[in-house]
């Protein structure tokens, strides 16, 4: 079969299989299998597939059509200016995220070698590119999860951050004196009533510890506030119609300057509150 074939068949398994974008994601999906850019895909042009290429790519599309997530069959994923690798033992990128990232530069923007704690590294995505983005950050970056920072170890050698970004296994911030600048945080923050109604991408394959609330976002902002400089800031990213509560919750603990940020979508997405100073 051809190359425009088989991208036929593909896109129609993914699209019964109900996947948002079948066509494109058979298109990375044979660039992987080709270990090509869907650039170079498109510029190679029509014509056979070896069947060792064809097998491969058919696998990839079964674990897609069963729904797993694009970035875990790939097994990278891109966020902001950097490549991670990411697996089951990690959630997503999202672009979303991106938004909490923009945000922290901009409060770092003033400071030559802020001092950053990232609590819940996952991956790396926000710990990685902060350090990526702002050449004298120095992270702090921790996980309950051995399986997460493994990952998060992988993409730090990666990336080549080894110098500036430390990995800490722990929960949440116990243990770290600080001070830090900054904190940020990528918190659980699904009810488990909602995990029902998500995208099997989500509900079938992400970790649940990653996602499910569990009283970590009221327990780091409790937490952050003696961890942080006097004026130190804190960054939390929250869930769909919850920025609000999570606003309140910082000006009870007596953050000032709380603000509610939103992503490219328009979405309430983030919250972030200052430190009294």
Request: proline residues 6%.
């Amino acid at each position: 079969m051809t190359s425009r074939e088989l991208l036929g068949s593909a896109t129609a398994e993914l699209e019964q299989a109900g996947c948002p974008s079948p066509r494109v994601d058979a298109e990375w999906l044979l660039a992987h299998a080709l270990r090509m850019t869907r650039s170079e895909l498109y510029a190679d042009g029509d014509h056979p597939l070896s069947a060792a290429d064809q097998e491969r790519f058919g696998e990839l599309v079964a674990r897609r059509a069963q729904r797993e997530p694009l970035a875990y069959v790939l097994g990278e994923w891109g966020f902001r200016r950097l490549t991670l690798r990411v697996d089951s033992r990690v959630l997503v990128p999202r672009p979303e995220t991106e938004s909490v990232v923009e945000r922290c530069l901009e409060l770092l923007a003033g400071s030559v070698e802020p001092r950053v704690l990232d609590v819940g590294v996952g991956s790396g995505t926000i710990a990685l590119a902060i350090a990526d983005e702002h050449p004298g950050a120095r992270v702090v970056a921790t996980d309950s999860s051995p399986e997460a920072l493994a990952v998060a170890e992988e993409n730090r050698r990666r990336t080549g951050l080894t110098e500036r970004v430390e990995l800490v296994r722990g929960e949440l911030i116990a243990g770290l004196d600080g001070p830090f600048d900054l904190v940020v945080s990528n918190p659980p923050y699904i009810a488990p009533d909602e995990l029902d109604v998500l995208e099997p991408e989500v509900a079938r394959y992400e970790p649940r510890e990653a996602l499910v609330a569990c009283g970590a976002t009221e327990a780091i902002a409790e937490q952050a506030r003696s961890r942080l400089v006097t004026g130190g800031s804190l960054v939390l990213e929250t869930g769909d119609g919850k920025a609000g509560a999570v606003a309140g919750l910082l000006r009870a603990l007596g953050y000032e300057d709380v603000a509610i940020g939103h992503d490219l979508g328009g979405r309430e997405r983030f919250v972030d509150g200052r430190t009294p100073g």
